[in-house]
């Protein structure tokens, strides 16, 4: 099948809702590290929060697309664009150097086993290095045993092993900070 990936902007926020139409990140709508305080929100007021962001112009993430249906997501920017982050116990800055952060991936059932999580990865780093991002950073999950599909919204370690990301800190037996250094020009398909 043929795959591409794209910034989320406001030509494909049609395209992103569509995505998200599914249980599992309909309440969600990949706010809840975007935002303060202490609760989720609700699907409509994650909606609107996601919908005001890419109308102001911010790109929250990238959305995966199969022969041009969308299939896959993944959410990442600069590290201050996911507020919740400073107090995390397990994902608070390890040090003040500017890094962007992967935050979550989403992919539909039906698109599931594709290797879409890593291709999606790719594309990010590729997205965050043209921006001018110099560190990627991720918190993924690292179990020996297998978890389900949508408890692994955060990625598992090993994709971001086979992708040259780096343990940087481990402040939860499961849950390390990975990072990848980039270089200005280069890109994870190429040379």
Same mark, same amino acid.
């Given at each position: 099948?043929?795959?591409?990936?794209?910034?989320? %902007?406001?030509?494909?926020?049609?395209?992103?809702v569509e995505l998200f139409?599914?249980?599992?990140?309909?309440?969600?709508?990949?706010?809840?590290?975007?935002?303060?305080?202490? +609760?989720?929100?609700?699907?409509?007021?994650?909606?609107?929060?996601?919908?005001?962001?890419?109308?102001? +112009? %911010?790109?929250?993430?990238?959305?995966?697309?199969?022969?041009?249906?969308?299939?896959?997501?993944?959410?990442? +920017?600069?590290?201050?664009?996911?507020?919740?982050?400073?107090?995390?116990?397990?994902?608070?800055?390890?040090?003040?150097?500017?890094?962007?952060?992967? =935050?979550?991936?989403?992919?539909?059932?039906? /698109?599931?086993?594709?290797?879409?999580?890593?291709? =999606?990865?790719?594309? /990010?780093?590729?997205?965050?290095?043209?921006?001018?991002?110099?560190?990627?950073?991720?918190?993924?999950?690292?179990?020996?045993?297998?978890?389900?599909?949508?408890? =692994?919204?955060?990625?598992?370690?090993?994709?971001?092993?086979? /992708?040259?990301?780096?343990?940087?800190?481990?402040?939860?037996? %499961?849950?390390?900070?990975?990072?990848? /250094?980039?270089?200005?020009?280069?890109?994870?398909?190429?040379?």
């Amino acid at each position: 099948m043929a795959f591409e990936a794209h910034p989320v %902007t406001k030509e494909r926020w049609a395209d992103l809702v569509e995505l998200f139409d599914r249980p599992i990140v309909r309440t969600c709508f990949c706010m809840f590290y975007r935002k303060t305080g202490t +609760g989720t929100g609700v699907g409509r007021e994650n909606r609107q929060a996601m919908k005001a962001l890419v109308k102001g +112009g %911010t790109v929250p993430g990238l959305i995966g697309y199969e022969n041009g249906v969308p299939v896959t997501w993944v959410s990442l +920017g600069p590290r201050e664009d996911y507020v919740k982050l400073r107090r995390s116990p397990v994902m608070k800055p390890v040090d003040d150097r500017p890094v962007w952060s992967i =935050m979550c991936f989403f992919v539909d059932r039906r /698109a599931r086993s594709r290797g879409l999580s890593e291709r =999606m990865l790719r594309a /990010a780093v590729d997205y965050a290095r043209s921006c001018g991002a110099r560190i990627v950073e991720a918190y993924p999950v690292d179990k020996d045993e297998r978890s389900h599909p949508d408890s =692994m919204f955060f990625g598992a370690k090993s994709m971001y092993d086979r /992708a040259g990301f780096r343990e940087v800190a481990r402040r939860r037996p %499961t849950r390390p900070v990975v990072r990848k /250094a980039l270089r200005p020009g280069s890109s994870s398909t190429g040379p």
